[in-house]
Every structure is written in structure tokens, then in C-alpha cells.
């Protein structure tokens, strides 16, 4: 980043009140993309999809780098925290627009007085934001009857990398080519910034219906919730606790009553929660879970194919060493420690070099490369 | 292409997939110079020839297809994937000649794992050889086009098709779940069927119709065969009580196979109620909607308008259709149950008559087009789909934009929470073939640009082919058509692969 800025200030772009902080660097308000090398990392706060196309402009003449996340040595972190208007959700149409900058707490309680959910939510996610939830590992998805994967995005709003705005069409399905939405969903940033998105909510559920079945150990809760997620409707959520020796599951919509029959038996209570290994993985990780010793599980999005899922661990200490056995075995990390889209899960061939073509492709001037 | 170069081409070819699998005759070359685009039929009764390949290869390996691929690229050889040709938007017709490379020797069904719900299917094999295998497992996909005979995997999955059923079990981008494919480059790809942290490029491939790559098998996800179904016939008040109960039936959390409303006009051609006296459509329309079209629809449809009017006195009733499968006739009668609450707050019960015809004839209706152009007419289908918002707007727009050119009728199928699709069906009348092509023009221009104003996406499963491309730059505005560039510079960087479709 040697290139002379040739027109002006993060602060030109966005307004001096958005530029929050020059860490060991200019004072706020003076930051330079030509002074970011010198070890500066600057934080700027965009109050709209306006802002952040300007100020992706000027990166690219001053050869800057954006990304949306803690700051970092070289780059401009974007806090998108003022991106955070929710619209009132659609009763009719189940959506909800909500800028990405939104939490997803606050958009489930706006979901809430109308009557609808975003679904079951890690714990983690709660306090995630819209941007970081779509444009993350998990790419925004929950289950939905009868037991398939969908992202909550209906449709997107971003800026690209030439700072113009991407948005497409909000209709249910479409063949008009490729979806183009996946380069947004799970790209992390790399071909844009999410500035807003519509999102699917489910009606909240009419019949609820909870079980919990005795199981002797971690391996027979994953069969139980295995066969409960191939039965086709899988319970909305899941949660085992090797104290307890129980598996609990929760049931909603049509015939939750006869499905939490089928599952087992009796009603259940709540209990305090703890250290958190948040992953995603097939069922075939799951199966092979119980090297990493959790105490509990809780599980969302189960599917065919397999299932987000937080596993508590008794000790914090452990998280580490767990999420590298975690990864040994097949899951996703999502959290602690960040997540990399990993080409060994999935992708063989030309998938990972064609990806990386493409990404050079959609910002030559690696406004957003890491 | 001069006799000595198609000499070569054929040798080289030979040499790649073997002498039995490679055509140049004039015959095959006419054959795959169309798709079924309802305008190549014209040309076709006319015996006009308008695109033709220079050769037709079968491959029957990926790495067949692969230097095919290397050998069109060297060569600056335009490629068509071609499935079964079943593409209604001249999706798989040769543009620019070239190499079309015909799939379907590639057309086994690889495994069958219904224990973790999947099977690993090559993309030549066509839809109803693959359900009859599965059934050997009794597993289904659950997709079934109309067009299930004369469809491949590889070409539902090109164009992001979808089945009857897909209120339950989804499109064809639902249920896949990986595929292998070779790029504009011939380099193979393989994704999936393990789900990937981060971008699904499952979800660019899919929708690509031919433009980034060959596909050559795909891994589904597949279901236990239904054993026990409950169903029934409606007949809604009007369309919009129609539409309502579709989205209540979503909204109760109900996904039942099948859920389809028939606008009165086509629910007389689905004829699945039977009349009462009042409910019997006018004479010329009865005619028009004969079974098998009479040789006189075009006479009588010689003033669309007129005949539209004649329509609007048809009582606004629509049947509506629904069926839970399952493996238990009792929960399937229980969800079964549960909607009916729903529908009869908007229609009357039918009983089960109208379900059980509409299973008989599922896949018949879309047949009888060639029918339709020997008795001087035109018809074409057109696919959209909207949110719950905006359906009936564009349900009205595309009605009134075509009222002169063409009877027009239209279902509704395929829901979501959000919103379902509509199918539009356009009968026009054909004097001449000229006056007929002119009316199809301005008909189809006139009901596209209406769907998409009133918020219609501007297709729901047919896909964009060569007819729709010119209007995808209102679908996915510039910045989305710079990224579909930038994606298939990615994925073919010599524009070899299908030229002239999605991107005109
Ligand atoms: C001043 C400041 C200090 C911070 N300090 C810390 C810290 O100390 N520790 C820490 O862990 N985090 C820190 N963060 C980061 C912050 O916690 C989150 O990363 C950020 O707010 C987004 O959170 P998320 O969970 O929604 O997305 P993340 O989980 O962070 O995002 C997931 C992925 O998506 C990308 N992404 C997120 N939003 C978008 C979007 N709108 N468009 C495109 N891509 C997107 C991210 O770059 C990332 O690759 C800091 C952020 C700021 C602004
Ligand atoms: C009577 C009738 C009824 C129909 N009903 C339905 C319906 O109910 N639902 C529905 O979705 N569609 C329907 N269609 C449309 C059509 O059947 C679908 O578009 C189908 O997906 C096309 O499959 P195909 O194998 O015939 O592909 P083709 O027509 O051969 O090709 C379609 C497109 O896909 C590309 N393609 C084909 N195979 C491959 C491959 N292996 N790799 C890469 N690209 C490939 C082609 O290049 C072309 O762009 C109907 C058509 C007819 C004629």
C-alpha cells in the first residue's frame, strides 16, 4: 500500500464522525489509506450503503484494504453497527428487511411482536450480526420442513468491489442462472460488503411438543437425533447433557405432538448454560463426537445430511484442543477461532483454484483481499 | 465449415468417444439444431433448419468429456451441453454450430444410499429411468417435470428445474447435494457431497444451463417411496381466495405434495370438475380447450380479445388441488385434515375425484402442443414467480398485457412460505404463419415485461435459454450482470460453452 492517496480521508468518504479510532496511528478524523502501512488500522462506521460505496471507491484509488471485522495491521475495519435499521417484519410474506449491521437479537424481537421467529439460534449467534451471520461459514442457513437446508436470505443488498451496489430480485426461487447471492453468502467478504438483506422468518409455531429419552451416552443421543433428522421434520432443536442422560428435543408445527411421541418420553425443564464449541458438520462428525467430552449439546438446523450444533464443554481451558479435534474429524468450526472456507471439506479438483480465480476476478484491486 | 475441416473434426472426435458416437449426418444435425422451443416447431412443420451443430458426440466418460472440451477450446469450437432437449427457451439449440455433446450415454444411476438419503446419479440418465431405479430401492427424488420422460439430470440442474411435487420435497437446487463437472477449460471439478463452510458453489453451477460447465453427474438427496396418500379437490370461491389458502396451508406449517390452483379458465382445460350446468364455459371456448385442440381452434380464436371477453363470464371459480404422501395413511389424513380446515374457509369440497384425475393426467397436458400448431394456432407456456404480496398484481398485468394477442390461462403451483409460482399458458391464433409469429412475438414481449414490472421474477424453472437472455439485465441489473460475467470468464474464459445463452 505505497500508492500516494490521491483524493483525501476515510473521513471524505464517510464524514469525520464516522472515522471511530486510528489505532497507534493518525488522530480521528485524519486517517489515510497511504498511512495504514505504517501500522495503522482505522475503524470506520459507515451510517449507510452510500457511505461504504464511497469509501470502497477511495480504498480502491488509494489502493486500500476494507474488511468487516476486528481491526486489523494494514486494513480499514468496517464497524457496521449504524446499519442497523430493521423494517417491520411482512406478516404476510413472512420477510423481514433488516440492514446487515443488525443484531440478530434485535431482529428476532421485532420477529417476535409479529407473530414470527428467525428459527432456533445457536447461542453464539444471537449476538451475531445479520452481515457476519450470511456472510459467514454457516451461510445464514436453518432447516425448513421438511428437513432441507435454506438461507434465511430471500435477497441482498451489497457493495461490490468497484463500489457499485449489487441487489437482487426478492422472489421465493428463480432460474435465472446461477445464484448469484452465493458469492455474498458464505464468502466472507471477499466479493462485497452486505449492507442489507431480506430475510425469511417461519410463523411462530402454533403446536410445540417437547420429549426426552434416557440415553447411556453421547453416541446414542447422536442416533437418536439421527434418526429423528432421517425421519424427515426433525425436531427444531435438540439437546443432550451427559448428566442428565437425557436427550431432549423440541418439536413445532403440524403433528409435533405425534413426532415428539415417536421420539420418547417424558416432559422436560431447563438448565444453566456454559463454554460453548459451536460447529456445523455431517452426521457422520457427529457420530464421531464423543473423543472431544462434552457435557452437553445443543442442536439446530438438523437435516439429512447432518447438523449445526454447540457442544458445552465443562472446561473453557479446553475449547482449543477441542475445536483442533473438532476439525480433525470433519466439523466446521465456527466458533472460537475463526473459520475458513475449508477446501478439504467438499471441494476437489478445480473447485479451490477456480474459487480463487474468481475472487481475484471480482476485486481486482483487492479492496477486500485478506 | 468446409467437407475437409468436418472431415477432420469427425476423425478427431472418432478418436476421442469412437466411431459409433459421433454424427454428422444432415438428419442428426437437424435433429439437434432444436430443442422444444415452441418456435422451432413452427420452423420444423415448415421444414426450415435454422441452427445446426457441425457434429453431435455422445461421451461416455468424464474424461471423454474432457478432451472435448480441450479439443473445442484449442479450436475456438463453440460446445452445446444437450440433455434430452427438452428446454422450452431454446436453451440447448447450437446458436453457433460448433461441437454439441449429447449426454445421455452418461446416464447410470451410480449408487443408491437411502440409509443417509442419497444417490449419485450421471447427468444423461433421463428423469422416469431414474425414479423406476429408484423405486428397485424404494426410494424416490421426488422430482417429476412434466416433461420427466424427455428430461435429464443434467439438464434439470442446468436449468434449476422443477417437479410437481416441489411444495414438499423442493427444486432440483433443493435436493442437490454435489456434483462433478468440467469447465470451459475441460478441468474437472468435483463439490460436495460433504457441506462446505463458506460459499456453496453448488448454487452457481446450478442455474448455469450449459454456459460453465458440462455436468456430468450429480449426488441427490433421495426419500423413502411414499406408501399411503390422502387427497382432494376444491373449488375456491375465486383466485384470490385461492391464493389465500395456498399461503395459509404454507403458513399452518403444511407441505403437502401436491398444491396447485387453476385459474377458471384452466381449471376447465384441467377439466378435472365436473360441470354443474352453470359452470359449463361458453362454446367457443369449450372447443378451444377440447382435449386434443380441434383442428378449428384457430378459427376459434380468430379475435382473442373477443374470446377473452367471453371468458371473463366464465364464474371466477377455481379448482385447487392438494395430496399428502407419507408412510402412514393416518398422518397423511391427519395433514390432510388440517388443510382442509384451511380450504374451506375460501371453496367447497370436491372429495377426492379431482386429485385422482389430476394424478391420471399429470404428465399429458404439456404434450399436446404440436396438436395445438396443426390447427392454426400458437401456445407457449410462460413460469414466474412472485411473493404472496405481489402474486395476484402479476397474475392481472400479465392477463390484461396479453388480452389481444391470447386466450390466457394460469396455475399456480410450486409454493413457499414466501410466495409461489405462476404458470401462464398463452393460445394465440396463427392465420398465417407469419400473422402467428408476429402476434407470439408481441404476446410473449408483452406478458414478460408485464410479470416482471408487476415484481414477477423472470423465470421460475424453464430457465433463460436464448429467448429470455435479452431481458435477464432487468432481473439481475448491472451489478449482478457484471458478477455473471465475471463468473463465466471464470469458468470458461474462451466463451466456447453454449454461446448466445444467459448472457446475449
Ligand atoms: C472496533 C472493533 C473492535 C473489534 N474487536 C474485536 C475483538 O476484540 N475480538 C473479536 O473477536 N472481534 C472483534 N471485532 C469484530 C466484531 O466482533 C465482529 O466481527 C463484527 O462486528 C461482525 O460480527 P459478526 O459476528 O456479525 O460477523 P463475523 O462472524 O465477524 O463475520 C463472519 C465473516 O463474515 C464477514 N462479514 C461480516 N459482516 C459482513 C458483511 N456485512 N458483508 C460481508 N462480509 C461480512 C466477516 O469479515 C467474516 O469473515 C471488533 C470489531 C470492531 C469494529
Ligand atoms: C412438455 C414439457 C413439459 C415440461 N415441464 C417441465 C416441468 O414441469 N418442470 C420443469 O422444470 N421444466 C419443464 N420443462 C422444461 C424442460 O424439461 C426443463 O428445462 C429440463 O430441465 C430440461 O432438461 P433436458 O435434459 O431436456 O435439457 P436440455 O433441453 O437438453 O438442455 C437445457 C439446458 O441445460 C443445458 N444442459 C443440459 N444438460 C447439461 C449438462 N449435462 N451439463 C451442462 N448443461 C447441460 C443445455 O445446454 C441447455 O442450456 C418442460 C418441457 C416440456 C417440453
Redesign the interface.
Known amino acids: 500500500m505505497t500508492a500516494a492517496l490521491d483524493s483525501g480521508p476515510a473521513w471524505q468518504a464517510t464524514g469525520p464522525d464516522a472515522v471511530l479510532t486510528a489505532l497507534a496511528g493518525a488522530p480521528v478524523g485524519q486517517v489515510r489509506f497511504a498511512e495504514l502501512p505504517e501500522g495503522t488500522a482505522a475503524v470506520v462506521k459507515p451510517a449507510s450503503a452510500d457511505d461504504l460505496q464511497r469509501l470502497v471507491s477511495l480504498a480502491q484509488r488509494a489502493r486500500g484494504r476494507v474488511l468487516v471485522g476486528p481491526p486489523r495491521l494494514g486494513f480499514v475495519a468496517l464497524d457496521l453497527s449504524e446499519l442497523d435499521q430493521i423494517e417491520r417484519p411482512?406478516e404476510?410474506?413472512?420477510?423481514v428487511q433488516a440492514g446487515s449491521g443488525a443484531l440478530l437479537e434485535a431482529v428476532e424481537a421485532r420477529a417476535i411482536q409479529a407473530g414470527l421467529t428467525l428459527g432456533p439460534l445457536l447461542p453464539g449467534y444471537r449476538a451475531k450480526r445479520v452481515g457476519g451471520w450470511l456472510a459467514g461459514?454457516?451461510?445464514g442457513e436453518r432447516t425448513?420442513?421438511?428437513g432441507?437446508l435454506?438461507t434465511a436470505a430471500?435477497a441482498l443488498e451489497a457493495v461490490?468491489w468497484?463500489a457499485?451496489?449489487?441487489?437482487?430480485?426478492?422472489?421465493?426461487?428463480?432460474?435465472?442462472?446461477?445464484?448469484?447471492?452465493?458469492?455474498l453468502?458464505?464468502?466472507?467478504g471477499r466479493?462485497g460488503i452486505v449492507t442489507r438483506a431480506t430475510l425469511?422468518l417461519?410463523?411462530r409455531?402454533?403446536?410445540e411438543a417437547a420429549a426426552a429419552r434416557s440415553v447411556a451416552s453421547l453416541k446414542e443421543a447422536i442416533e437418536a437425533c439421527h434418526e429423528a433428522a432421517?425421519a424427515?421434520l426433525p425436531p427444531a432443536e435438540a439437546r443432550w447433557d451427559r448428566v442428565r442422560g437425557t436427550v431432549e428435543a423440541r418439536f413445532?408445527?403440524?403433528?409435533a405432538a405425534?413426532r415428539a411421541r415417536r421420539f420418547g418420553g417424558q416432559e422436560i425443564g431447563g438448565r444453566k448454560v456454559r463454554a460453548h464449541l459451536e460447529v456445523?458438520g455431517?452426521?457422520r462428525a457427529w457420530h464421531a463426537a464423543s473423543p472431544l467430552r462434552p457435557e452437553a449439546f445443543e442442536l439446530v438446523a438438523l437435516h439429512?445430511?447432518?447438523a449445526f450444533g454447540a457442544l458445552e464443554l465443562v472446561d473453557p481451558a479446553e475449547a482449543e484442543r477441542a475445536s483442533e479435534h473438532a476439525r480433525a474429524i470433519?466439523f466446521?468450526v465456527?466458533s472460537p477461532g475463526r473459520?475458513?472456507?475449508?477446501?478439504a471439506?467438499?471441494?476437489?479438483?478445480?473447485?479451490l483454484p477456480?474459487?480463487r480465480?474468481?475472487a481475484r476476478?471480482?476485486d481486482p484491486s483487492g479492496v477486500f483481499a485478506r | 465449415m468446409r467437407p475437409a475441416e468436418l472431415e477432420s473434426l469427425r476423425r478427431d472426435l472418432e478418436r476421442i468417444s469412437g466411431i459409433r458416437n459421433v454424427a454428422l449426418s444432415a438428419p442428426t444435425r437437424a435433429l439437434y439444431g432444436r430443442d422444444l422451443y415452441p418456435k422451432a416447431q413452427v420452423w420444423q412443420r415448415r421444414g426450415e433448419v435454422r441452427y445446426a451443430p457441425d457434429v453431435v458426440v455422445w461421451p461416455g466418460t468424464v474424461d471423454e468429456v474432457q478432451r472435448i472440451v480441450r479439443y473445442a477450446r484449442a479450436r475456438h469450437l463453440p460446445l452445446t451441453p444437450f440433455g434430452a432437449g427438452s428446454s422450452v427457451v431454446a436453451g440447448a439449440m447450437p446458436l453457433r454450430a460448433g461441437i454439441t455433446v449429447d449426454l445421455k450415454r452418461m446416464g447410470r444411476l451410480l449408487s443408491v444410499d437411502l440409509a443417509s438419503r442419497r444417490a449419485v446419479v450421471q447427468a444423461g440418465m433421463v428423469g422416469q429411468r431414474l425414479e423406476d431405479e429408484l423405486m428397485r430401492s424404494y426410494a424416490t427424488l421426488g422430482h417429476f417435470p412434466s416433461s420427466i420422460y424427455c428430461s435429464t439430470v443434467g439438464g434439470w440442474v442446468a436449468a434449476r428445474s422443477a417437479g410437481q411435487l416441489s411444495s414438499h420435497y423442493g427444486k432440483i437446487e433443493d435436493m442437490l447435494l454435489g456434483l462433478t463437472a468440467v469447465t470451459g477449460t475441460g478441468d474437472e471439478l468435483r463439490v460436495g457431497p460433504e457441506r462446505s463452510p463458506g460459499p456453496d458453489l453448488l448454487q452457481l453451477l446450478c442455474g448455469s444451463e450449459g454456459t460453465l460447465a458440462v455436468i456430468t453427474d450429480a449426488t441427490l438427496s433421495i426419500h423413502p417411496l411414499p406408501t399411503a396418500r390422502a387427497m382432494r379437490g376444491f373449488r375456491m370461491r375465486s383466485v384470490a381466495a385461492g391464493v389465500e389458502a395456498l399461503r395459509l396451508v404454507f403458513r399452518a406449517g403444511l407441505r403437502p405434495q401436491v398444491l396447485r390452483l387453476y385459474d377458471p379458465l384452466d381449471s376447465l382445460s384441467a377439466g378435472s370438475e365436473r360441470q354443474g350446468r352453470e359452470e359449463r364455459p361458453p362454446r367457443l371456448v369449450a372447443q378451444a380447450l377440447g382435449r386434443a385442440a380441434s383442428k378449428s381452434l384457430g378459427y376459434a380464436l380468430f379475435s382473442p380479445a373477443l374470446v377473452n371477453r367471453a371468458l371473463d363470464l366464465v364464474p371466477p371459480r377455481s379448482l385447487l388441488v392438494v395430496s399428502f404422501e407419507g408412510d402412514s395413511r393416518a398422518t397423511c389424513e391427519e395433514e390432510l385434515h388440517a388443510a382442509m380446515d384451511i380450504l374451506r374457509e375460501g371453496g367447497t369440497d370436491l372429495g377426492e375425484g379431482p386429485a385422482r384425475r389430476w394424478y391420471l393426467r399429470r404428465h399429458s397436458q404439456s404434450y399436446k402442443q404440436s396438436a395445438v400448431f396443426a390447427a392454426r394456432a400458437w401456445v407457449d407456456t410462460m413460469e414466474v414467480a412472485a411473493t404472496w404480496d405481489r402474486v395476484l398484481s402479476v397474475f392481472e398485468a400479465v392477463r390484461r398485457a396479453v388480452y389481444r394477442e391470447a386466450m390466457v390461462l394460469c396455475h399456480f403451483s410450486h409454493a413457499y412460505l414466501e410466495g409461489c409460482s405462476l404458470y401462464f399458458t398463452f393460445i394465440g391464433p396463427a392465420p398465417t404463419v407469419q400473422k402467428g409469429e408476429e402476434d407470439y412475438d408481441r404476446a410473449w414481449r408483452a406478458g414478460m415485461q408485464a410479470a416482471q414490472e408487476a415484481g414477477a421474477t423472470l423465470s421460475h424453472h424453464h430457465g433463460v435459454g436464448a429467448t429470455k437472455a435479452r431481458r435477464l439485465p432487468d432481473e439481475l441489473g448491472d451489478a449482478g450482470m457484471r458478477l455473471l460475467r465475471l463468473v463465466k470468464r471464470t469458468f470458461d474464459p474462451d466463451g466456447i460453452l453454449n454461446p448466445g445463452k444467459l448472457l446475449a
Not at chain 1, 437482487?168 to 458469492?183: E, F, I, Y
Open positions: 411482512d404476510k410474506t413472512c420477510l461459514p454457516t451461510r425448513i420442513p421438511p432441507r435454506e430471500i461490490l468497484d457499485s451496489l449489487y441487489r437482487s430480485k426478492q422472489t421465493p426461487r428463480s432460474a435465472t442462472g446461477p445464484d448469484l447471492d452465493h458469492l453468502l458464505g464468502g466472507e466479493f425469511r417461519f410463523p409455531a402454533l403446536v432421517k424427515g413445532t408445527g403440524m403433528g405425534a456445523a455431517s452426521w439429512a445430511d447432518g470433519g466446521a465456527v473459520l475458513r472456507p475449508d477446501p471439506v467438499g471441494w476437489t479438483g478445480a473447485a477456480l474459487y480465480e474468481l476476478l471480482a
